[in-house]
């Protein structure tokens, strides 16, 4: 069996990121978990880019007038619960 390579990648950050990470006790365990989680699961409205366009935006805020964010009472996961009256609400 062939061992995977592993190749080395870096970033620059602010000060304050770095006072951040430097907290961490294994950085490269934390970071490459959080990009595998970003890869694995991207946003349907940014495309992992994380930023709204302007229209984007407009159409999150509306969004938000009619959701909120609940914790599951089975599971714990946090998720968006609809809270339209009707689906007139919802245009």
């Not at 934390?30 to 946003?43: M, Q, S, T, W, Y």
């Not at 302007?54 to 509306?62: A, G, I, S």
């Not at 938000?64 to 714990?76: F, G, R, V, Y």
């Amino acid at each position: 069996m062939k061992k995977s390579q592993e190749r080395i990648f870096t970033f620059k950050t602010d000060e304050q990121l770095a006072r951040q990470l430097d907290q961490i006790t294994n950085k490269s365990e934390f970071i490459r978990k959080a990009i595998l989680a970003g890869v694995e699961h991207d946003c349907p409205l940014c495309h992992r880019s994380g930023l709204l366009t302007p229209e984007q935006r407009k159409h999150w805020d509306h969004f938000l007038t009619t959701h909120t964010l609940e914790k599951c009472d089975e599971c714990n996961a946090i998720h968006y619960v609809c809270n339209a009256i009707n689906p007139v609400d919802l245009q």
